[in-house]
């Protein structure tokens, strides 16, 4: 799930491509021997390409990487789940956007419907129903059906920073706090 494509910086500026691809997390010593093997006695690399649930930038540390990955994968997180996190952080920075995660500082509610695509209305119910969302108040069952759930994802998304992921592959759908 976690791997980096890393490349000679100094083969690259030579026009020669020299590197491998990395599956991240690895143990720091056989992270070493592989940055060892594509510089050789060159001293820089770069990251060319890269398969993660986030971006990054192409002279990220790759120990600093690894150790998050590591940290991560701790929490047993389902693949899905864990990029659902990713895709819904406004941080802008992986490195907060993982720390929010190891902290625990979210809500993650899968909302998938085998025979259906869910829409936003249905999410911000769902949210009220499980009483992830309290600014509505309690409202009486006779006038549930009254409400316009769409302006209630609005506030959700806008206020509270609720959004919606879904990964077409699975078909699987996600309601995000983070």
């Given at each position: 799930?976690?791997?980096?494509?890393?490349?000679?910086?100094?083969?690259?500026?030579?026009?020669?491509?020299?590197?491998?691809?990395?599956?991240?997390?690895?143990?720091?010593?056989?992270?070493?021997?592989?940055?060892?093997?594509?510089?050789?006695?060159?001293?820089?690399?770069?990251?060319?390409?890269y398969?993660?649930?986030?971006?990054?930038s192409?002279?990220?540390?790759?120990?600093?990487?690894?150790?998050?990955?590591?940290?991560?994968?701790?929490?047993?997180?389902?693949?899905?789940?864990?990029?659902?996190?990713?895709?819904?952080?406004?941080?802008?920075?992986?490195?907060?956007?993982?720390q929010?995660?190891?902290?625990?500082?979210?809500?993650?509610?899968?909302?998938?419907?085998?025979?259906?695509l869910?829409?936003?209305?249905?999410?911000?119910?769902?949210?009220?129903?499980?009483d992830?969302?309290?600014?509505?108040?309690?409202?009486?069952?006779?006038?549930?059906?009254?409400?316009?759930?769409?302006?209630?994802?609005?506030?959700?998304?806008?206020?509270?920073?609720?959004?919606?992921?879904?990964?077409?592959?699975?078909?699987?759908?996600?309601?995000?706090?983070?």
């Amino acid at each position: 799930m976690f791997k980096v494509y890393i490349s000679n910086l100094a083969a690259y500026t030579r026009g020669i491509l020299k590197g491998e691809w990395l599956t991240l997390p690895m143990s720091e010593e056989q992270l070493q021997t592989a940055i060892k093997r594509v510089l050789g006695t060159d001293e820089e690399y770069l990251i060319s390409d890269y398969e993660l649930p986030f971006e990054i930038s192409e002279y990220e540390n790759l120990k600093e990487l690894n150790n998050k990955i590591v940290e991560l994968q701790e929490l047993e997180f389902d693949p899905e789940e864990l990029s659902a996190l990713f895709k819904s952080s406004t941080c802008g920075d992986w490195k907060e956007t993982a720390q929010i995660i190891l902290d625990g500082d979210f809500t993650i509610l899968e909302v998938t419907d085998k025979t259906r695509l869910i829409d936003e209305s249905d999410i911000a119910y769902k949210l009220y129903e499980e009483d992830y969302i309290s600014f509505l108040g309690v409202i009486p069952e006779n006038l549930i059906d009254y409400i316009d759930w769409d302006q209630v994802w609005r506030e959700c998304n806008i206020t509270y920073g609720w959004n919606e992921v879904f990964f077409a592959d699975s078909g699987r759908q996600f309601a995000v706090n983070i």
